[in-house]
């Protein structure tokens, strides 16, 4: 059973307006016993975008402290971010890390060369292949200038903004780049994030999908963490239960919780 989703933003986060508390009502009503919120940090995410992903840490843990003392005895909070990973902004990430007490950091990828996969311009720069094989040079690329982070999240997020494409879509021209990221992750102890917001998608399948979550097993790697993504409360567990049986038929019976940047392993 998950009973933890450690991956979800509220209102803190510049794409969400769910105000914290509704978000935590709904994961307590889902049985969800353990939630790690993980707003979004994207520093020096470009000015052209209708969002800069940057929040108040302060804010943030106001707004957690004040809900961890009215949610007692119902749900345990954890205290998370999300970083948007690109080149030089190391120095900006380690401020952030040391200067608070966290539980939990996702790096995820979101830009590549300073533009969001989620819109066509990407596409139609780099061609269908191209642009996604790029995605997978810039994480492993960004990941290799900054790894304190605990889990990798979303690895094949490209895939779900890719137009006209079909779930069997071929990616074998970047199988050996993703064997690169996967290995450095396992190298270095960071888990590799199950995300079931690709439920939502035509991928129906979690981010990654099934073949990556395999090929990291085949390598090695052993630690994995699974959020929703959620932005709105209905999205809180969302496809727990598939993604348990998923896991499951790929021989993985555990993941892991972070509290104080440490896997707490729980039977899955
Ligand atoms: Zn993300
Ligand atoms: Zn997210």
């Given at each position: 059973m998950i009973i933890s989703d450690?991956?979800?933003h509220t209102?803190?986060?510049s794409d969400s307006d769910t105000p914290m508390s509704d978000m935590i009502r709904s994961a307590i009503k889902k049985n969800i016993q353990i939630m790690c919120i993980?707003?979004?940090?994207d520093f020096d995410f470009p000015k052209n975008y209708e969002y800069d992903f940057v929040f108040d840490p302060c804010e943030y843990f106001r707004q957690l402290e004040a809900n961890s003392q009215k949610f007692a005895g119902d749900i345990k909070l954890l205290k998370g971010v999300e970083l948007g990973?690109?080149?030089?902004?190391a120095c900006k990430c380690n401020t952030l890390l040391n200067?608070?007490?966290?539980?939990f950091i996702i790096g995820s990828i979101h830009?590549?060369?300073d533009i969001d996969p989620y819109y066509d311009e990407y596409w139609k720069l780099y061609g269908l292949d191209g642009a996604i094989k790029r995605y997978f040079e810039t994480m492993y690329n960004n990941i290799n200038e900054y790894h304190d982070f605990d889990a990798l999240g979303h690895l094949d997020y490209v895939l779900r903004y890719a137009p006209g494409i079909t779930k069997d879509i071929d990616i074998s021209h970047s199988y050996e780049l993703i064997d690169e990221i996967l290995k450095f992750i396992i190298k270095k102890d960071?888990?590799?994030e199950v995300n079931t917001s690709g439920y939502k998608t035509f991928l129906h399948n979690p981010n990654p999908s099934p073949a990556i979550i395999k090929r990291?097993?085949?390598?090695?790697?052993?630690l994995i963490t699974i959020g929703s993504d959620a932005h709105s409360p209905e999205y809180i567990g969302f496809h727990f239960e598939d993604v348990k049986k998923l896991l499951n038929s790929l021989g993985i019976h555990e993941y892991a919780i972070f509290e104080n940047r440490k896997p707490d392993l729980r039977e899955l």
């Open positions: 450690c991956h979800n209102g803190i986060s993980t707003e979004h940090m990973l690109k080149e030089n902004i200067d608070y007490k966290w539980d830009l590549v060369d960071i888990a590799l990291y097993r085949e390598l090695g790697g052993k």
